[in-house]
């Protein structure tokens, strides 16, 4: 019965055949009354997992989302589909918002997206009690973790509505699946023996590719070329300014590139938004404020001109490739800029040092990936909790296997050093032990007198750096313990430390080792500047006014 209903909702309502993913089981557990946790790869289709029990059931269903954004295309998407929703939250005026409560006491309201702030607050608090909420949907839930990408500092307080709504069931959904994040959100949300469901995060039709960077317009004009010359992708930049200058730079190359970032005007990006959605062989260059609300299904590229700050990050936007299940490639060049810049803004927030901490594991992990000498997709699989086949065959890595250098010796070192201090350290104690660094913890713990002491002064920091990240991205090493970051050998190190193993790594370039470290250095004095030179004017080049204009024009778009 409840079977039949749920498969004619998915059909008559939505217009799709089949459950995807774990869709079917997460709605089930909903509606067996359990708090659940879903997670599932951007683009998987978590909406649905919601939406359809709030058809199901009698009542309303809360959706809380961090993005305004996301709200409005959520609500418009709905109602595309006849389900009556609406949102309440700040960008509202008065009697917008008065229009949309007296709708929700009619009764036609099925599901209303609202901030947390909205829910928390208490101007909506009475109002909330006067309706019958059949459930609480807690959309992008790795907001609430430290761990997560996106820490929102409102979604914390997001546990209060179970003390709320006790008997109304809570649906947590995000694309973010490491083990830390997972724990964390079912705790923050008081969330009562959740079921957990955990849906791949392979991608399948996606190819990656990952390389240095030398000249990046002409090694992006290339790829395109060789790879993509007819089709429509996006590419992320890490700037406004820098969006602007590639755009232009392909504009110039006689490509149709529209730039997108938060410094144009609204009208501006709904302009090339729309274009992006519509238009054929049409490229995006943008900075990240691109990417929720993206519904095309045939974007075949994703390129990456600067490196983004997570693995989760990455992962996101290039998932935005291939919905439709085709090949598509997701492409990156990385250097000695990106981890100059990006531990610079890192050390330069006034975020508390856990978070910078948090922060700087991942960027780690993230010039792990870049440096991995074996398999793209099997690396970011485990990163995810996955186990999977070792080489998929058709990424970079595995095509064209990297230049290696013999490393086993050094992992020996390494392996060592961190046996002989009781795996009870992280990273930096480590790495001062084997480059026989002086500090007061190292006299503390008297590991001066340790035979491993300064067996590694010969190599830089940033290369055992290197050396233990790999080793980390290899699984011979893990993490012990999360708070303190401290690495402990697993079983597979025996196998390098007896020799039965010979390791080999991929060859670093030197530059961008040495550029990390200077990053560090400057911190200080980069700080004062930063501040100062922040939003650069975005004046756009002429020749992509026109191009937007003349395509608008086409479009029958309205244009700015
Ligand atoms: P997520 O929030 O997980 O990133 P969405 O909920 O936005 O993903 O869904 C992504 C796309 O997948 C949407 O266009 C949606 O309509 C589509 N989709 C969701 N479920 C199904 C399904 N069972 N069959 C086909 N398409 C689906
Ligand atoms: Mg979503
Ligand atoms: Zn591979």
Known sequence: MRDQKLHHILKETFGYDNFRFEQYNIINSILDGKDTLAIMPTGGGKSLCYQIPALYLDG?????????????????????????????????????AQKAKAK????????????????????????????????????????????????RKDYTRLGELKERFPDVPVIALTATADAKTRVDITNQLHMKAPSVFVSSFDRP???????????????????IKTHHPDDTGIV??????????????????????????AGLSQNERALNQELFNIEEKII???????????????????????????????????????????????WMIYGLQDIVKLSQMLETTDADENYKKVARFKLDCMLALCEAAACRRSYLLR?????????????????EPPTLWDATVDAQKMLSTIYRTNQSFGAGHIIDVIRGSKNQKINDR???????????????????NSVLRQLLNLNYIHIKNWEYRSLALTSKAQE?????????????????????????????????????????????????????????????????
């Open 60 to 96: 309303v269903t809360l959706v809380i989302s961090p993005l305004i954004s996301l709200m409005h295309d959520q609500v418009m998407n709905l109602k595309e589909y006849g389900v009556e929703a609406v949102f309440l939250n700040s960008s509202q005026n008065y009697g917008e």
């Open 104 to 151: 929700i006491l009619n009764g036609t309201v099925k599901i209303i997206y609202v901030s947390p702030e909205g829910i928390l607050s208490g101007a909506l608090a009475g109002f909330f009690d006067q309706i019958n909420v059949s459930l609480i949907a807690i959309d992008e839930a790795h907001c609430v973790s430290q761990w997560g990408h996106e820490f």
């Open 205 to 223: 039709n996606i190819k990656y590719m990952i390389l240095e960077r030398s000249d990046e317009i002409k090694q992006l004009d290339e790829f």
């Open 236 to 261: 992320y930049c890490l700037s406004r300014d820098k969006v602007e200058r590639v755009a232009t730079a392909l504009n110039k190359l006689g490509y149709k590139a529209v730039p997108y970032h």
């Open 284 to 330: 995006v260059v943008a900075t990240i404020a691109f990417g929720m609300g993206i519904d095309r299904p045939d974007v075949r590229f994703v390129a990456h001109l600067d490196l983004p700050k997570s693995i989760e990050s990455y992962y996101q936007e290039t998932g935005r490739a291939g919905r439709d299940g085709k090949a598509s490639t997701a």
């Open 383 to 399: 990163y995810f909790g996955e186990i999977g086949a070792e080489t998929c065959g058709y990424c970079d890595s595995c095509i």
């Open 446 to 464: 008297n590991h001066h007198a340790l035979s491993v002491y300064g067996i590694g002064k010969d190599q830089p920091k940033e290369h055992w």
């Open 496 to 560: 390098i430390l007896t020799g039965k193993i010979k390791l080999e790594l991929r060859k670093q370039d030197e530059s961008v080792a040495r550029a990390k470290t200077a990053a560090k250095q400057d911190k200080k004095r980069v700080a004062s500047k930063t501040t100062g030179a922040a939003h650069g004017q975005n004046e756009l080049f002429d020749a992509l006014k026109d191009l937007r204009n003349r395509l608008a024009k086409e479009k029958n778009l309205p244009s700015y």
